[in-house]
């Protein structure tokens, strides 16, 4: 086999992003049948639910950010395979995740995502909420206080995050029926995530 190859391969992260952020949402359900089936009689049983909390909470937030990667590299894949990664990096780069899902499609296909639909608004959210866990912001808060939903990433973000790939996936599938959805089925059992 000659040393230097000509050939070429592509590496696209999208398929690898979304099984990683699917096992963890299967870690996040282990726990929870757990956290739930325990029955509080006394501080021992306490701490094992707070225990289970906190690691939901750790996988919680990695199927969020996951899935926030999914579909940001998924957006900029198909930027490049309909225009160029040139036009990418000189035209759309700069945009949000949110507005190239809006600006892409619309240029490749002429139509945009619903933007007064479900599947958009928990988009706007999954960025969000990925946005507030990557530039996270130390504060101070009393105890009492820390019972707010933005302190916490639980199962029902994680839950969320995933049906917002596949919801948004098939709008775009939608408008666009050149795009492929079967690799949303092959990533929740890939074996090595």
């Known amino acids: 086999m000659n040393k230097e190859s000509n050939h070429e391969v592509f590496f696209i992260k999208y398929r690898t992003f979304l099984a990683i952020a699917y096992k963890h949402h299967k870690i996040v ?29 750790r996988s919680a937030m990695v199927s969020v950010v996951f899935s926030a990667l999914t579909l ?34 619309k240029l490749k296909t002429g139509n945009e995502l619903n933007t007064d639909g479900q599947p958009y608004e928990k988009l706007k959210e999954l960025f969000k909420l990925r946005d507030r866990l990557v530039h996270y912001k130390t504060r101070k808060k009393k105890v009492s206080e820390m019972t707010e939903e933005e302190d916490w990433v639980t199962e029902i973000h994680s839950k969320d995050a995933l049906l917002t790939v596949e919801s948004i996936l098939n709008e775009l599938s939608g408008l666009d029926t050149s795009v492929k959805t079967d690799w949303l089925e092959e990533a929740k059992s890939d074996p090595y995530a």
């Open 29 to 57: 359900d282990r726990l929870v049948k757990e956290r739930n089936a325990r029955k509080v009689k006394d501080d021992h049983d306490v701490n094992f639910i707070c225990a289970r909390n906190a690691a939901i909470q």
């Open 72 to 105: 940001e590299a998924f957006i900029n894949n198909y930027a490049i395979e309909h225009f160029s990664r040139r036009y990418l990096e000189n035209y759309l780069d700069k945009l949000s995740a949110v507005a190239k899902w809006v600006v892409i499609p």
